[in-house]
């Protein structure tokens, strides 16, 4: 089996590729002077496993066509069985038509990723569960939850927690964490606005009293919905509220939003490559899966079982 990355997010595929104590392949994913990508693979791949690791976060388009070019460059080279490994899986938010005349981009971005001849994709809290059924080739959706719930314990494992769904949309993954921290209690967030034109009421559902919460969620993104969260948990009478996210894709202002919030703290995990603005944060913390997705990829590659790895 061989390890191949783009540009995305190196430091994930090298954590990923010490995990496996392999190298990663030798190849170039570089630009042209209009930015055009340009792949070359130094090494032979004939009849290989290969692992492509690619995230398609901001710039999204980029990255994608990236992995593709990849993928295409792995086929053309004869590799055996091609993997998408893509931590982060950009477009994941539209997944339906919101709308009458819209793209269901999650979907066709499955095909291209698909029709450029990858034979499986791998990826980390999908939006939607249902996204595995955009490809209708394997695809091994993995939770960072375990990851996420081994850190909670060691941090706030003696207080009284309470598990947090900052939407009503994220209320599965929220009892899932719950479940792993014995059985914690949940509460759920929810929006109202009850006539057009006036302002967005949050409802707490569940006594936070007292509580030290974890809001869960699979994206921060402008960081909205969090903070606007922490803020309604505390005004409800919460001991502290952090926040556990698996994709930190923090646009624009989005760091600067976080420090100024009532979160105690954020913490993401490495899905994305964090920006420097990321790093710098006293008030973020990023939690590596390169040890999980390195597992699953060694898994895969001897045939055995990777739900397992959840049980
Ligand atoms: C939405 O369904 C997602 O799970 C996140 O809650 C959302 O993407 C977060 O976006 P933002 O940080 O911009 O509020």
Not at 89 to 113: C, E, M, W
Not at 154 to 170: A, H, I, K
Not at 210 to 239: E, F, H, K, V
């Amino acid at each position: 089996m061989k390890i191949m990355a783009g540009n995305s997010n190196l430091p994930l595929a090298r954590a990923i590729s010490a995990y496996l104590e392999m190298p990663l392949t030798d190849a170039s994913v570089r630009r042209f002077a209009d930015e055009e990508v340009f792949v070359e693979i130094h090494e032979n791949v004939r009849g290989e496993d290969v692992f492509v690791v690619q995230s398609t976060a901001y710039p999204a388009n980029d990255n994608l066509m990236e992995l593709l070019i990849c993928i295409d460059a792995l086929r053309r080279a004869s590799a055996k069985r091609i993997t998408a490994v893509v931590p982060y899986f950009g477009y994941a938010r539209q997944d339906r038509k919101p709308g009458p005349r819209t793209p269901i981009s999650a979907k066709l971005v499955a095909n291209l990723i698909t029709q450029a001849g990858a034979d499986r994709v791998l990826a980390v809290d999908l939006h939607a569960g249902q996204i595995q059924g955009f490809f209708d080739i394997p695809t091994d959706n993995l939770f960072a939850a375990p990851v996420m719930a081994a850190d909670i314990q060691t941090r706030y494992g003696t207080q009284e927690l309470m598990v947090v769904s900052p939407d009503v949309g994220g209320v599965v993954r929220a009892r899932s964490l719950a479940k792993r921290l014995n059985n914690a209690p949940l509460a759920i967030v929810d929006k109202r606005r009850d006539r057009p034109g006036q302002s967005e009421v949050m409802n707490i559902i569940g006594d936070v009293k007292g509580r030290m919460c974890i809001l869960i969620d699979d994206i921060i993104d402008s960081g909205g919905t969090l903070c606007n969260a922490a803020q309604a948990l505390m005004d409800a009478g919460a001991a502290g509220v952090s926040a556990y996210i698996t994709h930190g894709v923090l646009s624009g202002g989005a760091v600067a939003r976080v420090s100024n919030s009532a979160l105690k703290e954020l913490v993401i995990t490495d899905t994305i490559m964090p920006t420097e603005a990321t790093a710098a944060s006293d008030r973020i913390r990023v939690l590596t899966i390169a040890p999980l997705i390195g597992e699953a990829v060694r898994r895969i590659a001897d045939e055995s079982s990777v739900s397992s790895l959840f049980d």
